[in-house]
């Protein structure tokens, strides 16, 4: 039978009150308009919505929200397919939220092109998440009709020669894309000067608590995590990111430099792995910093919850994991006011300019000993973390896109 013929209508949650979704350029507070519906039950004997997700470079934030996503879906009817090396379905646990999981290595040569050109048979829709993820779904479609829907949560750096590729990449992928959802307005903009048909915002809703990792004392108090830390008598500073460029840790040993002659030196923990790990760790030791390098964790949340204070020198994410997690859990953040992290966080955070490591330092000194200034901003956080959209609502929003593009074509 054709495609035409048999209309596909996605389900709506087993239950609860109607789903509503807002997308801002600037964080606000939600108004009872903008409400998004997703369509009603499927008639009997109409075949579920098919999709594949696509993910790319093994971003933490990218990972998480591809199993918050497929949770949904799965939850509403449709059938999922995450394509993503084993790895990362044995940490984000894919098949627990009752998606199918194709193994794919993070790779475009021919034979992982291959097999997700195999898993993509027979999807209705492919939705890929991040911009080498985009690029391998559309070599794998090639000259197929499947709807191709590609995430972009974060900005892609690169210099030189490397920087010219990175556009013709872009634009290959923008082009490619029935619909390209950006993760905040700069995104957007971006993904239109390279020639996207459709860019929207979709602001990505950070997953609940306990959603991943896999620990087995997920909910110790946070007195017990310092002591792992080794904090026990003196503040703990959290900053959590991938150890490569554009992320300013340059910057921030440079302010850990600043407090280490504070009493009692705060500890700075830095979450995460990367290439530039032992040439940080070279400058620790070198420069006796009061700075520990953790590694990967997977309990990320429950560390900055036991913070004083979370940190956020920089960074390419449009709605970093470390922001969000600050603000849901009442600890202090300073960030960089750098990109959208400004709309992310409005006036809950204490914004410094990117690369000033002595205005950093200053900020970190004056939280530390003004606890009336702490509690203005957990207040303010909060506040401002109720005005992000929840997963439900961006379940919703992309149903709705879905829905739209895989709508059955008029027949004649």
């Known amino acids: 039978m054709d495609r035409a013929e048999v209309p596909r209508t996605v389900h709506p949650p087993p239950a609860g009150p109607s789903i509503r979704f807002f997308v801002t350029v600037r964080p606000r507070a939600r108004s009872p308009g903008h409400v998004s519906h997703v369509s009603s039950h499927s008639p009997h004997g109409q075949s579920p919505l098919r999709t594949v997700q696509v993910l790319g470079g093994g971003s933490a934030v990218s990972s998480a929200h591809v199993r918050s996503l497929a949770s949904g879906l799965v939850a509403r009817g449709v059938r999922v397919t995450v394509c993503a090396p084993s790895d990362a379905d044995g940490r984000y646990d894919f098949t627990g939220v009752g998606a199918h999981h194709v193994h794919v290595p993070r790779s475009s040569d021919p034979a992982s092109v291959a097999s997700l050109r195999s898993a993509c048979a027979d999807a209705d829709l492919v939705h890929a998440h991040g911009l080498h993820a ?166 990320v949340a429950e560390l900055i919850a036991a913070a004083d204070l979370a940190l956020l020198p920089g960074g390419p994410e449009a709605r970093p994991v470390l922001a969000q997690e600050a603000l849901r859990a009442r600890v202090p953040l300073v960030a960089a006011a750098v990109g959208s992290v400004t709309d992310l966080v409005g006036d809950g955070a204490e914004l410094v300019p990117y690369g000033d490591a002595g205005a950093l330092a200053a900020a970190v000194t004056r939280l530390l000993d003004d606890p009336a200034r702490c509690a203005g901003l957990r207040e303010r956080g909060t506040r401002q973390a109720a005005t992000w959209p929840t997963e439900d609502e961006t379940v919703a929003q992309v149903l709705s896109v879905y829905d739209e593009l895989t709508r059955p074509r008029p027949l004649g």
Do not use: N
């Open 134 to 299: 985009g690029f391998r779904a559309t070599l794998a479609l090639g000259r197929r009709t499947t709807p191709l829907v590609v995430t972009w949560h974060t900005r892609s750096y690169a210099e030189g020669a490397r920087a010219h590729l990175l556009r013709l990449l872009e634009r290959r992928v923008a082009k490619a894309a029935a619909v390209v959802l950006g993760t905040s307005s700069d995104l957007v903009d971006r993904a239109r000067s390279r020639g996207a048909r459709d860019a929207r915002l979709a602001a990505v809703a950070l997953p609940g608590p306990g959603r991943t990792g896999t620990g087995d004392d997920q909910d110790r108090p946070a007195c017990k995590v310092r002591a792992e830390l080794g904090a026990t008598a003196r503040p703990l500073l959290m900053a959590v990111g991938a150890l490569d460029r554009h992320r300013g840790y340059d910057t921030l040993l440079d302010a850990a430099r600043a407090w280490r002659g504070l009493d009692p030196a705060p500890l700075l923990v830095v979450v995460g792995e990367g290439p530039l790990r032992s040439v940080l760790q070279r400058r620790i030791a070198q420069e006796e910093l009061p700075v520990r390098l953790a590694g990967r964790r997977d309990d």
